[in-house]
């Protein structure tokens, strides 16, 4: 039985916004546009605030009281913050380190910022990298930093341009792989790899979503990481059926390597799988938002080799529209599913379902 436990809200009021008595309100600030969880803090982007500077707010879950309205412990902003650039249009948070994408930097070329905390120092997280390559084309909606993803005992940071275009193809996408050494205390990223599957085409946006997990292979019993990509436009089942690639790295290895491609069991146009994707252990699940109109979630389990279809779920009853898929959680237990569009209590006013997770031998 899930339970209300507390509000988080945004702190001080933005350019675009200001108090209505003692509830703090930004409008137009996309307050909750991406959000990332570790056991002790919440991160949680607002990239529109003040005229789309952007800003991510961090919340101690010690502080976490049952009931209450939570404000910010602490608010990061880009330290060479400028309007339009959408910083905290991705977040990805995990052990003492955390990437925000800035989508719109650079003349929407984009960018990515590195913090590290550190507990002895003011406010704690402090900027020490930003990432911000040349080989990336510029788009109207933005690019590098679209999806961010990490894993900090690996020193792993991964970033996707899905607009980015190469050889004459626009918006086929592509992810960069970047290392950086385990310790919270590396203030260093050098570029490992940038994916660009060859099959691509105009329009996959591969990079649309993004999610790693550490894991042991059940057979091998080698330590692997595993990458998942979506490319939620690609047509393997029929127009904007979409897909998601998945890569590997072995222990032992240095670059990761094409693992499998992953698609919806049956003929799907518009379905957009890969819109959203997320990994626990061996088990990944991918949101496909327009699949039959109202949207799925599909489940797969890694046996060691191949990651085998388990099925999909999707809303009960008639919910075109809904969006069913646009966002998408993982735990070892729970699945949980956005549902934007949903209208069940006022028109998009959005829902989230909640699943059991169930293994299979």
């Known amino acids: 039985m899930w339970s209300h436990v507390a509000e988080f809200v945004p702190g001080g009021a933005s350019a675009n916004g200001g108090f209505i008595g003692t509830i703090q309100q930004s409008s137009y600030d996309q307050f909750?546009?991406?959000?990332?969880?570790?056991?002790?803090?919440?991160?949680?982007?607002?990239?529109?605030?003040?005229?789309?500077?952007?800003?991510?707010?961090?919340?101690?879950?010690?502080?976490?009281?049952?009931g209450e309205q939570m404000e910010p412990d602490v608010e990061l902003l880009a330290s060479d913050r400028s309007y339009l650039t959408r910083f905290g249009s991705s977040v990805a948070i995990d052990?003492?380190?955390?990437?925000?994408?800035?989508?719109?930097?650079?003349?929407?070329?984009?960018?990515?910022?590195?913090?590290?905390?550190?507990?002895?120092?003011?406010?704690?997280?402090?900027?020490?990298?930003?990432?911000?390559?040349?080989?990336?084309?510029?788009?109207?909606?933005?690019?590098?930093?679209?999806?961010?993803?990490?894993?900090?005992?690996?020193?792993?940071?991964?970033?996707?341009?899905?607009?980015?275009?190469s050889q004459g193809r626009r918006r086929n996408g592509s992810v960069f792989i970047y290392s950086g050494g385990s310790s919270s205390s590396s203030s260093s990223y050098t570029l490992l790899q940038k994916i660009v599957p060859s099959?691509?085409?105009?329009?996959?946006?591969?990079?649309?979503?993004?999610?790693?997990?550490?894991?042991?292979?059940?057979?091998?019993?080698?330590?692997?990481?595993?990458?998942?990509?979506?490319?939620?436009?690609?047509?393997?089942?029929?127009?904007?059926?979409?897909?998601?690639?998945?890569?590997?790295?072995?222990?032992?290895?240095?670059?990761?390597?094409?693992e499998q491609r992953l698609v919806a069991s049956t003929w799907s146009p518009g379905a957009e799988f890969g819109t959203s994707v997320d990994m626990d252990g061996h088990k990944i699940i991918v949101g496909a938002k327009k699949h039959d109109g109202q949207g799925g979630a599909h489940y797969f389990q890694f046996d060691g080799a191949t990651w085998i279809d388990r099925g999909?779920?999707?809303?009960?009853?008639?919910?075109?529209?809904?969006?069913?898929?646009?966002?998408?959680?993982l735990t070892s237990s729970v699945a949980l599913v956005g549902s934007y569009s949903n209208d069940d209590v006022g028109e998009d006013s959005g829902a989230i379902y909640s699943y059991a997770v169930c293994s299979f031998p």
């Open 199 to 258: 099959q691509l085409l105009s329009g996959d946006q591969f990079g649309s979503s993004l999610a790693t997990e550490t894991s042991v292979n059940p057979i091998t019993n080698v330590r692997e990481v595993h990458i998942a990509i979506g490319a939620r436009l690609r047509d393997d089942k029929g127009i904007d059926s979409g897909s998601v690639y998945m890569y590997v790295r072995r222990e032992g290895e240095t670059e990761f390597s094409f």
């Open 32 to 66: 909750g546009f991406d959000v990332a969880i570790t056991n002790d803090w919440v991160a949680i982007s607002a990239p529109a605030d003040t005229a789309s500077q952007g800003k991510v707010s961090l919340f101690r879950l010690d502080d976490v009281r049952n």
């Open 312 to 329: 999909v779920v999707t809303p009960s009853g008639n919910n075109d529209g809904d969006d069913f898929g646009s966002a998408v959680a």
């Open 95 to 165: 052990g003492d380190t955390l990437v925000v994408g800035a989508s719109r930097d650079r003349d929407k070329l984009g960018s990515t910022y590195i913090f590290q905390y550190d507990a002895s120092s003011a406010g704690g997280w402090m900027e020490t990298v930003k990432l911000e390559p040349d080989n990336v084309s510029v788009d109207s909606q933005g690019n590098f930093g679209h999806s961010v993803a990490i894993l900090a005992q690996d020193g792993i940071v991964v970033v996707a341009a899905p607009y980015d275009g």
